[in-house]
């Protein structure tokens, strides 16, 4: 039995959309039980394995992330993230500030030993359909070359276990494919990076060949990761925006479009990140995944089942001797 | 008369798009004198603007920078450089190895005075048409706060003078829109920007709304401007193969793009890069044009006429002016 602790509170639509993905979820997976964190009066769920944990606060997306988590001691993602410290739980999932749930991580569910910062990962669809693992989208936005190092390191276990790629293609991030090229953190990651045993780097990417397959795992700081994250979000709608209104202003565009409807449906399924699930903060002692802030039902529920995936396949517990092997 | 040094040497195709896009723009403007610099046994053109000056040498897109102009003297690139420097042209167009026109602009052309560092501006197409002038997009790499103010400058007289925007509102591109976001960099940029008396600075912008119309001029370091532009030239490729390989894959979907293929142009010529000429090197004594390497002489044409443009607005004597106000 896997017990996922779920915060009931956070995200634009919650406790609603939360609520939806949690009896979803619960009814797919005979093996789930939820521990869901939140004000009791608002759960309309009745099931065996949804055990409701009464919270009286809740932390807004405009709270300032350390302040809300050492102050808000009874808030729904506190409350969450203690339960995966005190191991009532092996993981959390909440849509909810981003910043406080990166201090709930990291000052209560704790940093794995030998981990200096964790890092947000995200996996992104492919060209080809094969998703590439994605590192550090925000937790750390001012990386040393050191971490660039690690987020590989812990790119290259989150792969091989979750997503099942024995030998993991791990490239790093870059404003140019030789290896002379970047800044001086890329520069001296590139150095790190190339002289390791561990992983099969294959060098610098472009941004341009993110979404082309190239790689399986990319590296990167996060603010260079964040910034790119929300680059392809936005580029996608203005995309969308300027194809559309050119379009659709004309009649026998609609009909054209109308021909081709459900294979764009399918395209955009095959973009949609919310099929992929959330992020997850790795380098934690326990799973942590953040679902988009503005999550449907259906992310949230990709969420929980990712949080799920990674419980089963004991990522924490290899990351705390892979990574510890590193420090010896 | 406008003269405008051209390198007929650099680019993927040169000389055939450099010759093409030449031969197109003196016979479009009367007020165009060409210097033509390259290889006197290639050039076909017979025309009483387009004086050729015969060069021995060209440099290469896998030169060292910084070394191929200080060693190849007598390269297209050089020699075009030179002319700038010398008064003989007011302007110049590249559409070889990036880093090495950079040097060129650097060590030849020259730094007006109280520019730290030049940056590469582009103006990239938006949602409404717009338009948004966007640097650095790879002269700086390793930026400081000072630095990205000096490019707010540049980008708000460039906005003012070529794109005729009164008060141009300026941005910095950061991770978040809040204050208080971002890296180290960007918090302190943040600080400078919104004491400014000569900009009209809107705060932050995402990523996802560069191409919101949102800003007239985006601010960033040349490391991130140069991810975002390859992020946003990338992406349009990839969803494009996407998108072609689920529709062209059924008949009727051939069907319905065939009805909107005169509209499918009409968006891609909106999108088009090559619609808005190359990037430029500002902060120089003389204009230094960029056109992209994989240009075609449409390409290569606009970088022609925005180099002309560049020098019938006097945006140097403007910039040594305003740059050396701040200075006093």
């Known amino acids: 039995m896997f017990k996922i602790a779920v915060d009931m509170m956070g995200g634009d639509d919650a406790p609603d959309i939360v609520l939806e993905a949690v009896e979803k979820a619960v009814n797919d997976f005979d093996d789930l039980e939820i521990l869901l964190f939140g004000d ?37 993602m506190v409350k969450m993230a203690e339960a995966v410290k005190n191991g009532e739980a092996t993981a959390c999932v909440s849509a909810g500030n981003t910043g406080a749930l990166m201090s709930a991580g990291l000052f209560i569910v704790g940093r794995l030993p030998g981990v200096s910062r964790p890092a947000l990962v995200v ?36 792969a091989q ?6 030998q993991p293609r791990v490239a790093l991030l870059n404003i140019g494919t030789e290896a002379q090229k970047g800044n001086s953190l890329t520069k001296q990651a590139y150095a790190l990076l190339k002289d390791s045993d561990t ?20 590296v990167t700081d996060g603010y260079t990761g964040n910034m790119i994250l929300k ?7 203005s995309f969308g925006k300027i194809i559309k209104g050119t379009l659709m202003s004309k009649f026998k565009n609609k ?66 001797e892979k990574v510890g092997e590193k420090d010896e």
Request: aromatic share 4%; hydrophobic share 40%; proline share 2%.
């Open 255 to 320: 009909i054209a479009l109308l021909i081709m409807k459900k294979d764009i449906k399918a395209i955009a399924k095959q973009l949609d990140y919310s099929e992929y699930g959330g992020s997850v903060l790795l380098g934690l002692d326990g799973v942590v995944v953040k679902a988009h802030g503005s999550s449907n039902a259906k992310a949230f529920y990709s969420a929980i089942r990712q949080a799920k995936i990674a419980s089963d396949t004991k990522i924490v517990d290899i990351m705390r």
């Open 199 to 218: 992983l099969h780097f294959v060098g610098n990417i472009e941004a341009k060949s993110i979404l082309e397959d190239d790689a399986d795992v990319i």
């Open 161 to 166: 276990n979750v997503r099942n790629i024995e």
């Open 123 to 158: 996996t992104l669809p492919t060209v080809k359909g094969n998703g590439v693992v994605f590192l550090d989208v925000g937790a750390n936005a001012d990386a040393k070359a050191e971490h660039l190092y690690q987020n590989a390191i812990l790119g290259h276990i989150y």
């Open 231 to 237: 680059n392809l979000e936005g580029i996608a709608k």
């Open 40 to 76: 009791q009066a608002q759960c309309t769920i009745n099931h065996p394995r949804v055990h409701v944990r009464h919270t009286t606060e809740a932390i807004s997306m405009e709270d300032e992330p350390v302040r809300a988590i050492k102050r808000k001691k009874d808030s729904s």
